[in-house]
């Protein structure tokens, strides 16, 4: 199964709002609310900032927040600070229980 | 505090077989699906494994399917990974992870452990 498909960088400078998208198909993105986004510094293990399309764990701040719209999940970043500066994952379930990232999204705080 | 501590990676060669564990504290590892999660590298993550809270549901993605083998002891606290028959293609970071919630994400990771194959 192919990856999903997302932009290989994004850039915003402090204060913006960016957004990076994730498109699947039917059988993983559009077909079930289960899509998760994880945050990834340098040497680092990920973290989890939003599971089912738009929820966020606690201590995760809200300038973070998730959507879909048919086959594409977004992840949106408000007010960009330094510390965002890393790498995005986005995940869906899939039809065969099976579990599928996004190529990933490097993104430049400028 | 949920900790999650990988061990058992190295060097290993073409064709050899290794077996990743990880240990598990702060929570009842009885109660949640688990995962393997690798990362080569340079490279984005791939998820490898999951197994279900009782072992009753296994996954696997379709290029390790047949050489890797996940399991789990509840009572021992742990989670492992048996790799056969390994590839250069094999060497990454192998992160394990608590799945929790509708759609398995995975709420806390280990810090990683690194398996290189080569000769």
């Known amino acids: 199964q192919s990856a999903l498909t997302q932009p290989a960088s994004v850039s915003g400078s402090p204060g913006q709002s960016i957004t990076i998208s994730c498109t699947g198909t039917?059988?993983?993105?559009?077909?079930?609310?289960?899509v998760s986004w994880y945050q990834q510094h340098p040497g680092k293990a990920p973290k989890l900032m939003i599971y089912?399309?738009?929820k966020r764990p606690s201590g995760v701040s809200t300038r973070f927040s998730g959507s879909k719209s048919g086959n594409t999940a977004s992840l949106t970043i408000s007010g960009l600070q330094a510390e965002d500066e890393a790498d995005y994952y986005c995940?869906?379930?899939?039809?065969?229980?099976?579990?599928?990232f996004g190529g990933g999204t490097k993104l430049t705080v400028l | 505090e949920v900790q999650l501590v990988e061990s058992g990676g190295g060097l290993v060669k073409p064709g050899g077989s290794l077996r990743l564990s990880c240990a598990a504290s702060?929570?009842?590892?009885?109660?949640?699906?688990m995962s393997w999660v690798r990362q080569a590298p340079g490279k984005g993550l791939e998820w490898v494994s999951s197994?279900?809270?009782?072992?009753?549901?296994?996954y696997y993605a379709d290029s390790m399917k047949g050489r890797f083998t996940i399991s789990r002891d509840n009572a021992k606290n742990s989670l492992h990974l048996q790799m056969n028959s390994l590839r250069a293609e094999d060497t990454a970071v192998y992160y394990c992870?608590?799945?929790?919630?509708?759609?398995?994400?995975?709420?806390?990771w280990g810090q990683g452990t690194l398996v290189i194959v080569s000769s």
């Open positions: 992870g608590r799945e929790n919630g509708g759609g398995r994400p995975t709420d806390f």
């Open positions: 702060g929570f009842a590892l009885s109660d949640f699906s």
């Open positions: 197994i279900s809270s009782s072992s009753s549901h296994i």
């Open positions: 039917s059988s993983d993105v559009g077909g079930y609310n289960s």
């Open positions: 089912e399309v738009s």
């Open positions: 995940n869906s379930y899939t039809s065969t229980s099976t579990l599928l």
